[in-house]
């Protein structure tokens, strides 16, 4: 079972909004990931949490707020965004950091 | 800086022939390579991988090769089938920074009856 899940699927809110994405996933698997796709684009990383400690950032905005719960749960707390934001978020786990990663079917964000 | 480059964005094969998708990449760092495919709305799902001490590593009907001098991979699918038609991306990184995946900027394929 190689099975990722994101809520909620779709997402809409305004600038001045607080909202959370959530991704969860019960392989024990000791890395998580979040990244963000465009539209026609390659996903680029975001973050990296390994043993729910945060080992990358990828200078993103502190708009983005990352929070690893637990070693099953990934949240990314969003903050006064702007539209340029909206984007399919996705997350991504992996046994190890090293290992393949396996990713969720994404939360589509819109901001107006 | 593109890093990783997927030069055709679109192929289109006939169901039953062969489908080859390319990648390309120019950092000589990376030593592990990966292909996912990706459907509209969902995530992509990882389909096979290649370590750079192999030039070659097949799973069912899904082979990659790996030229590591011209800096190359491909990804054949044979035979090519409906439910393969979706966007793959090749996507690349080096030991040491495994967690931080470099991706192309995808293919999209288009089985045909």
């Known amino acids: 079972d190689t099975e990722v899940t994101q809520t909620p699927k779709h997402l809409v809110m305004g600038m001045t909004n607080k909202k959370s994405l959530k991704c969860e996933q019960h392989?024990?698997?000791?890395?998580m990931y979040w990244y963000k796709q465009k539209a026609k684009k390659p996903p680029e990383l975001m973050f990296v949490?390994?043993?729910?400690?945060?080992?990358i950032n990828e200078s993103v905005p502190s708009r983005f707020s990352p929070e690893c719960p637990n070693s099953s749960l990934l949240n990314l707390h969003l903050h006064a965004l702007q539209p340029e934001d909206s984007a399919l978020y996705l997350c991504?786990?992996?046994?190890?950091?090293?290992?393949?990663?396996?990713f969720g079917p994404g939360t589509r964000l819109t901001v107006l | 800086d593109q890093q990783v480059k997927q030069n055709s964005p679109s192929l289109s094969v006939q169901e039953g022939r062969i489908s080859i998708l390319n990648c390309d990449y120019t950092?000589?760092?990376?030593?592990?390579f990966l292909w996912y495919k990706k459907y509209p709305a969902e995530g992509p799902t990882f389909l096979i991988s290649?370590?750079?001490?192999?030039d070659k590593n097949e799973d069912g009907r899904f082979t990659v090769f790996l030229n590591k001098s011209a800096k190359h991979l491909s990804l054949h699918i044979v035979p090519s089938q409906p439910g393969d038609s979706a966007v793959y991306f090749c996507?690349?990184?080096?030991?040491?920074?495994?967690?931080?995946?470099?991706f192309g900027t995808g293919t999209r394929l288009q089985v045909t009856l």
């Open positions: 991504a786990s992996s046994q190890e950091s090293e290992d393949t990663q396996y």
């Open positions: 392989m024990g698997h000791r890395a």
């Open positions: 949490y390994s043993y729910e400690k945060l080992s």
């Open positions: 950092n000589s760092m990376f030593d592990y």
């Open positions: 290649i370590s750079s001490i192999k």
């Open positions: 996507a690349a990184s080096w030991t040491g920074t495994a967690s931080k995946l470099t």
